[in-house]
């Protein structure tokens, strides 16, 4: 069965990135009832942030916390979407200190590297950005930070969607679907 992992990246439990993130999930499980989704929200779990001590070269963090198994179920996933709030210019920093806790993907695929083994393929990453717009500098921060943290889990960001501004997403909104996963 095919599996797909959500992250809403903020941290407000009713906000506009977990309203749109549950009706895409409603959606897509409804145009695809072969596919599940795994739903993780920031606000549902406290997270400590990385250190730096590279305890994780050894294959596992030193805190013992949710992290290994969501790393468990975004390195088993056939595909992700992030939908997040712009916090100047990047994500929250409770979903940034999710997306640090991936440095044990970058120690393993170092390894893959060194031994000059086959990176997996990639495997489609879909970033749905949400804001009331405003910000000068846009949300490039943003993507890139996305982009960069989920190709140590052989993913690649194959579409961003943007409802920042007068594109803001409400509940009577139409929610563009992602093309990878287009009926």
């Known amino acids: ?12 439990a009713n906000g506009t990135s977990a309203l749109l993130a549950d009706y895409l999930v409603e959606q897509l ?11 993780y929200a920031m606000s549902d779990f406290s997270l400590k942030g990385c250190i730096g001590c590279d305890f994780c070269q ?15 179920d975004v390195c088993s996933a056939d595909g992700v979407v992030v939908v997040s709030p712009i916090y100047f210019a990047s994500v929250p ?21 060194r031994a000059k083994r086959d ?15 405003g910000d000068p500098h846009g949300f490039e921060g943003l993507e890139s930070v996305v982009r960069s943290s989920f190709a140590l889990a052989d993913f690649s960001l194959s579409q961003t969607i943007a409802y920042i501004g007068n594109q ?11 093309e990878v996963l287009r009926g």
Not at 29 to 39: D, G, Q, R
Not at 168 to 178: G, N, V
């Open 168 to 178: 803001r997403f409400t509940k009577t909104s139409s929610l563009e679907l992602p």
């Open 29 to 39: 499980s409804a145009l695809h009832p072969e596919i599940v989704f795994h739903t």
């Open 1 to 12: 069965m095919t599996k797909w992992v959500v992250f809403i990246g903020s941290p407000r």
């Open 119 to 133: 990176l997996p393929p990639k495997k489609p990453l879909v970033l749905y950005v949400v804001g009331e717009g």
């Open 58 to 72: 050894g294959g596992s963090c030193v805190y013992q916390d949710d992290m290994a198994a969501i790393l468990d």
């Open 93 to 113: 920093s409770q979903f940034k200190a999710l997306l640090d806790r991936f440095q044990p993907l970058f120690w393993k695929r170092q390894e893959l590297l």
